[in-house]
């Protein structure tokens, strides 16, 4: 059993080399490039959202890469792979190559494919979801990425504010994640097992986010950054009196770096989304 979970991690590669590859030529042949990104993070956005309700509450399933040591955070690797890289990656392609509903349909077969191989292969496992589900799922997928890049190059004002919304949401996901992984902070209720961590770390993201993609229309100046900055040590500071927020070095100030890093990167987004995507 042992040796058979070392060749996990290879079908995992091989769909990453692909799908980077498909990314790397997608940037290539584009010369919006600004703009593929706002709809490359709109993508991995939804397929968050999406899997942050199928996997992380409702368990449908559990990837098996065999990456990482502890079973939680690998399996969370592989939902990574999936919902950040392999169908986002490939949504943006069929976007900016203006593919039509035969190729989304080929891309859906393709991924119920390779779901079901993985399963036989026994690198991936399914609770209560069916491959059935991705087949039917995923060109509605790609119907609303399509859909979505159209109203970027409008600018629709809803489309432009969820996109900044989820350019904030998924770095501060992935963010999280890592600081996760190197045993800096962790999320829960009483226990503050795995499973509750990456139901709250998520839905600290997105409510951090909301808040901070609503100040679309404020001056990024030194005052309201720092007045932003408190805010959020405000939040962290709560959530550890409740027992809900745990550092490593159980001090608020431990988490500061991220806080910075994410008010610099969402001025950064906004001015993307709203000045240099026309």
Partial sequence: MRRRKSYNKYPYLILLIIHSSLLIFTFYKNKNRKQLFVALISNIGMAYIFEYFTY??????????????????????????????????????????HLGWKFKLFASIYFASIEHLFVRLGIYTQYWW??????????????????????????????????????????????????SFMGKLRFGFHRHTWYEHFILMPLYSIIVGFFTARTKDVKNSLFVNVKFLGYRLLLDWLLVKAK???????NVLNNLPYHVLMIMLSNYYKNIVYKKTE
């Fill in 244 to 250: 809900i927020l745990k550092f490593n070095q159980k």
């Fill in 56 to 97: 992380n509450l409702f368990k449908a399933y559990r990837y098996k890469p065999a990456m990482l040591k502890n079973k939680n955070l690998d399996s969370i690797l592989g939902a990574v792979f999936s919902q950040a890289i392999f169908i986002p990656f490939t949504a943006l392609f069929i976007t900016s190559f």
């Fill in 130 to 179: 069916k491959t059935t589900y991705t087949l039917v799922l995923l060109p509605i997928y790609f119907w609303i990425t399509s859909k979505w890049d159209e109203h970027l190059k409008k600018r629709t004002p809803a489309i432009l504010f969820v996109s900044s919304f989820n350019l904030i949401m998924v770095t501060s996901v992935n963010i999280l994640f890592l600081e």
